[in-house]
């Protein structure tokens, strides 16, 4: 199974926005879709622990990251992840954000090889375009970028 069979740079470029709440929502589905595919594999602490390393390692880089509640629960990681995606530069926030997949795509190519990552990694890429009526994931309405900007009027 080749690198382009599971998408890992298609992946990269859909986080890729110049809105931090966009980011923050697209990091937090990604991690969703990709705990759906891997918990059954790995289980819950497998994950944790695996996301874990990856904050670890990026956090040389993005310490902000390392402020996150360790050893919580997947959803509770992702959603502090978003939380602190949401209050970056874009710029900042992005660089984080493939930093941190790229890392774990890495990771998980060691763990558990290439052909298991793969897979997990595809279903998790064909699931995260999908919403549950299983329409394509569209851009939010254009209010989202202006909220943003009223926020940080205030």
Request: net charge negative.
């Given at each position: 199974?080749?690198?382009?069979k599971?998408?890992p740079?298609a992946?990269?470029?859909?986080?890729?926005?110049d809105?931090?709440?966009?980011?923050?929502?697209?990091?937090?589905?990604?991690?969703?879709?990709?705990?759906?595919?891997?918990?059954?594999?790995?289980?819950?602490?497998?994950?944790i622990?695996?996301?874990?390393?990856?904050?670890?390692?990026?956090?040389?880089?993005?310490?902000w990251?390392?402020?996150?509640?360790?050893?919580?629960?997947?959803?509770?990681?992702?959603?502090?992840?978003g939380?602190?995606?949401?209050?970056?530069?874009?710029?900042?926030?992005?660089?984080?954000?493939?930093?941190?997949?790229?890392?774990?795509?890495?990771?998980?190519?060691?763990l558990?090889?290439?052909?298991?990552?793969?897979?997990?990694?595809e279903?998790?890429?064909?699931?995260?375009?999908?919403?549950?009526?299983?329409?394509?994931?569209?851009l939010?309405?254009?209010?989202?970028?202006?909220?943003?900007?009223?926020?940080?009027?205030?």
């Amino acid at each position: 199974m080749t690198a382009d069979k599971y998408h890992p740079q298609a992946v990269l470029m859909w986080l890729e926005t110049d809105h931090s709440l966009l980011l923050a929502r697209r990091s937090v589905q990604l991690w969703a879709a990709i705990a759906d595919e891997l918990m059954p594999i790995v289980g819950d602490r497998g994950l944790i622990a695996l996301f874990n390393r990856c904050i670890d390692i990026c956090g040389t880089t993005f310490p902000w990251l390392l402020k996150a509640p360790a050893r919580s629960s997947p959803p509770r990681c992702f959603d502090t992840l978003g939380a602190q995606l949401s209050e970056r530069e874009p710029r900042d926030g992005l660089a984080a954000s493939r930093a941190l997949f790229g890392t774990f795509h890495d990771l998980l190519l060691i763990l558990i090889g290439e052909p298991l990552a793969g897979g997990v990694l595809e279903a998790a890429w064909r699931d995260l375009l999908r919403h549950p009526d299983g329409k394509p994931l569209s851009l939010p309405a254009q209010s989202e970028p202006e909220e943003q900007d009223e926020h940080k009027h205030r």
